[in-house]
């Protein structure tokens, strides 16, 4: 895994750098000592994961991860455990705090190269071509299945290792990451609305500001859904004329 090391501080770098030397499966491509270096190089050596410091010089980590058009991988790393809830609300696999203790680090190299090489094995069976709203797709839970036509679906919202489907009154719970639905799904209708749901443009009821610039939108269904700040300036050039 190509891997970029953001901290602000040089000898926790270094340290950082001296621990995952022993992983075999990271690949250590970079390192950025602020939020606006490492814009440019994570834009520049597209990184499948990324340690990230939170309290950095001018910008925080969390608005840089606001600024990311793609994201990698995020482990933070940082001095401070007060931050953890919010890490999580950004999608973070995992949370460390300084010092990094080695067998720590060893369970979150773990779980980011398994959803990486998931994340690749889904590309490279994925069947070729966008589907469209008229598309029916087949959806099974459990012993339960259905054929629902894509423009059924109002909702697909990540449920911990799963994706909801919403659908009439039904909310079946598959195994396909949001990404690979995202790759599939015709984003003339299907809109990603933050890192949790992709919501169907045919099923807003209504649209309403939030907070700090970002939107809050009404389903038909009665799902609401919060417009991350960066996907808000997205939907606001789609719906444009």
């Known amino acids: ?29 970079g ?30 980590g969390f608005e840089l991860l606001e600024e990311l058009e793609v994201l ?13 809830l919010k890490a999580f609300e950004y999608n973070a696999l995992d949370y460390l705090v300084k010092p990094v203790q080695k067998q720590r680090l060893a369970g979150s190299v773990s779980k980011v190269y398994d959803k990486v090489r998931k994340k690749e094995n889904e590309q490279n069976n994925s069947e070729e ?11 099974k839970d459990g012993e339960r299945c259905w054929f629902v036509q894509l423009s059924d679906i109002r ?3 990540v449920s911990g290792n799963y994706t909801t489907v919403y659908f009439d009154t039904s909310k079946p719970m598959i195994t396909r990451t949001l990404n690979y639905l995202e790759s599939r799904l015709d984003d ?15 099923w807003i ?37």
């Open 1 to 29: 895994m190509k891997t970029l090391i953001i901290d602000d501080s040089r000898l926790a770098r270094n340290e950082l750098k001296r621990l995952l030397k022993e992983f075999d499966n990271v690949q250590i491509v």
């Open 31 to 60: 390192e950025a000592a602020s939020a606006d270096e490492a814009k440019e190089k994570i834009n520049e050596l597209k990184p499948d994961l990324i340690f990230l410091d939170i309290q950095m010089p001018g910008k925080n």
């Open 72 to 84: 990698p991988e995020v482990i933070f790393s940082t001095a401070y455990d007060e931050h953890a």
């Open 129 to 139: 071509g966008i589907l469209t709203i008229n598309d029916q797709v087949f959806v």
């Open 155 to 157: 909702l697909f919202e």
């Open 188 to 202: 003339k209708t299907f809109f990603r609305a933050n890192r949790q749901q992709i919501i169907n443009l045919k």
């Open 205 to 241: 009821e209504r649209i309403e500001p939030w907070f700090s610039g970002s939107l809050r939108i009404y389903l038909k269904g009665g799902e609401e859904i919060d417009v991350s700040r960066r996907q808000t300036l997205k939907f606001k050039e789609l719906m444009s004329f």
